[in-house]
């Protein structure tokens, strides 16, 4: 069987910042979003007043709730700003209590290339067990798989089952699985509801549990996740919530080993390298090995192209974003592993790997994440 992970980045409609031509305009969009969210959730607004109106500013805000291109500004109660006709915008709300919103991105569709693009890796991939990150919803992802996968050539066959637990992130940028006919889901559990000592939701969207039986009748347990991302900034915030995240995913990996269970994939986009301490309660202390150790890796890329471990932008080693964890049976079992690039922007010059021919500008891109993929054997 063939396992894989792969961040897609929304697969019909995504944040309008992702449709800018570059993905350096698309991450200012992003941190000025989500550190003015971080400010407006403070129960006080005392001593940040010039960087909220700042960041409003950078955001079209000051003009209008409806911002810029990219983001608006949601109010359900309460006044966060007063835009006087003659004079400059002014911060009325004083805290969290004072009002209740929030920015939000705008939503745009897919470049129909890149939705194409994406449906070209996903039949080439051609895993049995698939995990889709950041996908919209289910019926979005089980559309995709019936109609683009079909259309866009006569191998496109569409994955028979399809399954996805909306999560924790309000931006619809959820996990799921997509699996083979004759490897069917058959049991599942959600993990939205957990929540650390301070009674704060653990998961930025889920930690799903999928049982996936496959062809010879074995149960191999998948959990996809995606932990909190370092757009916006790497804050103190955000890399503890990444290692709760972590330690929690470890912890339900050794409940499913307690249990006699051995055959175990966590899989999925982490947002962080694998040195870094955020991820250590999962990659350190846990017995899950990490298939870009395995030595037959294939990396995918152009050679005298360096050490192009990364799985995100253009493959670094610091842009190993993304893992395929599998459990030691399963690890021993590896025939073939890799990443696959074909989908992603590989530079101007020197390109770093082989890309589809309708891969013409960054726009096309399928996503700026590499997938990741193992073959296991009996």
């Known amino acids: 069987m063939k396992i894989a992970a792969f961040n897609v980045e929304n697969l019909f409609e995504r944040a309008a910042a992702f449709n800018k031509p570059t993905t350096a305009e698309a991450q200012v969009v992003l941190r000025n979003t989500a550190r003015l969210n971080e400010l407006l959730e403070q129960p006080s607004y005392a001593g940040h007043e010039a960087e909220i109106l700042q960041l409003l500013a950078n955001l079209g805000l000051d003009k209008s709730d409806r911002g810029n291109d990219a983001v608006q500004l949601r109010k359900i109660r309460g006044a966060l700003v007063k835009r006087p006709r003659d004079a400059p915008i002014e911060l009325v709300a004083e805290g969290r209590g004072s009002w209740i919103g929030w920015v939000e991105p705008k939503k745009e569709p897919v470049n129909e290339i890149a939705v194409d693009n994406t449906g070209r890796v996903i039949r080439d991939v051609n895993a049995d067990i698939l995990a889709v990150i950041e996908a919209d919803n289910r019926p979005a992802l089980n559309r995709f798989s019936r109609d683009v996968l079909q259309r866009i050539s006569p191998q496109g066959v569409p994955y028979e089952h399809v399954m996805l637990i909306d999560g924790n992130d309000e931006r619809g940028i959820d996990v799921g699985l997509m699996t083979r006919g004759d490897f069917p889901v058959r049991d599942m559990r959600s993990h939205i509801y957990d929540v650390d000592d301070n009674r704060s939701t653990i998961f930025s969207r889920d930690c799903p549990e999928y049982a996936v039986e496959t062809k010879d009748g074995e149960m191999v347990w998948v959990l996809p996740n995606h932990f909190k991302s370092k757009f916006g900034g790497n804050s103190q915030s955000s890399r503890d919530r990444r290692k709760a995240q972590a330690t929690r995913t470890a912890e339900i990996y050794e409940t499913l080993r307690n249990s006699g269970e051995d055959l175990i994939v966590v899989l999925g986009d982490f947002n962080d390298t694998p040195d870094a301490e955020e991820l250590h309660p999962l990659l350190q202390m846990t017995d899950l090995e990490d298939v870009g150790t395995h030595p037959d890796f294939d990396l995918d890329a152009f050679p005298g192209q360096g050490?192009?471990?990364?799985?995100?932008?253009?493959?670094?080693?610091?842009?190993?974003?993304?893992?395929?964890?599998?459990?030691?049976?399963?690890?021993?079992?590896?025939?073939?592993?890799?990443?696959?690039?074909?989908?992603?922007?590989?530079?101007?010059?020197?390109?770093?790997?082989?890309?589809?021919?309708?891969?013409?500008?960054?726009?096309?891109?399928?996503?700026?994440?590499?997938?990741?993929?193992?073959?296991?054997?009996?």
Do not use: M
């Not at 670094?316 to 690890?331: E, I, T, V």
């Not at 992603?344 to 960054?362: D, F, H, I, M, N």
């Open 307 to 378: 050490d192009r471990t990364g799985t995100y932008g253009l493959g670094r080693p610091n842009q190993k974003l993304d893992y395929l964890l599998l459990s030691p049976a399963l690890f021993e079992r590896i025939t073939a592993c890799g990443l696959f690039r074909r989908g992603a922007w590989p530079g101007v010059s020197p390109k770093r790997w082989v890309v589809y021919p309708e891969l013409v500008e960054e726009i096309h891109v399928a996503s700026d994440h590499h997938v990741i993929w193992a073959e296991i054997g009996d």
